[in-house]
Every structure is written in structure tokens, then in C-alpha cells.
């Protein structure tokens, strides 16, 4: 899997391929439906697969003071793609240049002497271009004269309604992580570095693994049934805070997962979260104590989830 710079011309051997083209976010039920699409064109035809994306986002880029939303990083995303059958992921950087391009310059200076393209697969819905001038039927009159194909796939449906990034940013601020993880067809995950805290876990019996928040949206605050998947491969259950930490001055914001039944040193060390159930919201206790016994309750009921996950 080769991850390419949008803006730079494509290696030979990946020229002439089938491109899913979109910004793939979430890499939900939909935007896999396009990218299998593409695959499934290229491998027909001979032809290497791409995925291009966005990044950052473009509603980064046009609003820049908007909460966090983000739903997977870069690196998230390309072992997707790759999971997907994709021989590479091309990256769009939205930056200035890339916004100024009106829709027939992307597809001359992007697409086709830059990427080479073969043939796209979109979604029904894409556009592209300054102030959105291009959709999938200005894309099919400017891919006639650079002779490469169009193909777009619809809406896909789930419990009678389209599948979309919003659905699932709905459902993991609204603390459903399951709802997330049908749209998803897995579990909404946060990676980060595992940093240094204020290490009051281990004086209590719960040592944690605290990675900070960064871009990625913020679902509920509250407590959650977790599993962490660590670089090496092993994966572990455990149960995480996701909040502000109303028990402790002043608050900062951290995901603080403890994993059961492990001991060792993650600092520095990347990892991923899997959030697979909301307990409860973020709440104040009565002393350490009180919130002790919360937590121990929390983890019961974290382990009997995950038993049955």
C-alpha cells in the first residue's frame, strides 16, 4: 500500500488505474460500497486501484473554528483502504491552491497529468472544484475529452435511511457507539500516543492509558466498555473515561482507558480505542472512595459486555 501526494505525478505502475474518489471520512457502509466499486472495475480490467482522499477535510479548510469532527486520521484510513483491496491511497492536500482550482483544472491538473487516471468511481452526491461548480455530470463532460470513465454509486440504505459521516457523528454524540459501529461496520476508534498524566489512576488501582483527543470528534463524555489494539498486534478489553474528569482541578479533557489484566509501560507508544458500549455520563462522587466503587462496577459491567462482543 503507497501513499501518494495528490499533487505530484503518480508512479508509473500505478497510471491508468480506477480512482474511488471522495473524502471517505468515516470509511462507512457508504463511502466502502464506492471504493469496492473501484476495486472490483480494477481488478476486472487489469487495472491498479486508488482511493483518493481530503486532508485535511475541506470543512476544516473553509471553517477552521469549527468543533472537531474528524472521524479517522490518515493512517486510520489507509489501512482501511488497503483492508478494501486498494493498491494505494492518494492525499489531496486542501490547502489554498488545491481551493482556488475551478472544476475543469482539478480534473486536467489532478486527475489527468498528475494521477493518470484510467477511470473514477464517486459517489452520486460528489462535488468538487471552487465554490462546488463540479458534480458527477460535469465530471462525465470533462472525462469524455480526457477519455477516462465515470461511474458513481447511490445512496446506500440502512434501516430505511441513507448512510452518512453526519449519521454516525449523530449517533457517537448522541453516547450510541453501537449505532456507530452498524454504520461503521466496526467500532468507532480513537489513536494517539499513550502520554504522561497526572498518574492518580495507579494510586487507586487503576492505572490508565491516556491519549489525548486531538481532532477526532467528541462523542458523549462518559464512561465506556473499550478495546485497545495495541502496535504490536494484541488486543486488549478494558474500560475508558472520555471527558473532562469532573473529579479532578482543573478539567482536561483525555480518553483515560484502563485495560484489564495488563501491566506494562504503553508511554510513547501508539494505540488504538475501540469504543463498543456507553455506561454511564461523566459524573462527581463523594470522595475517592465513592468513585472507586463506581469504577469498579463500571469495569464489571465493561467485562460482561465485552464477553458477549
Known sequence: MQRLDGAAAVPAHLADGIVALGNFDGFHIGHQAVVGQAVARARAEGRPALVATFDPHPRRYFQPDAPPFRLTTLDQRERLFAAAGADAMVVFAFDEALASLDAEAFVGERLVSALHVGGVVTGEDFTFGAKRSGNVDVLRALSEAARFSVETVGPVLLDGASVSSSRVREALKGGEPAVAARLLTRPFAIEGVVAHGDKVGRTIGYP?????MGKYLRPAYGVYAVRGRLADGRVLDGAANLGVRPMFDPPKELLEAFFFDFDEDLYGQVVEVELHAFLRGEGKFDGLDAM???????????????KRT
Open 208 to 212: 490508565t492509558a491516556n491519549v489525548d
Open 292 to 306: 472507586v466503587r463506581q469504577m469498579d462496577a463500571d469495569c464489571e459491567r465493561a467485562r460482561d459486555i465485552l
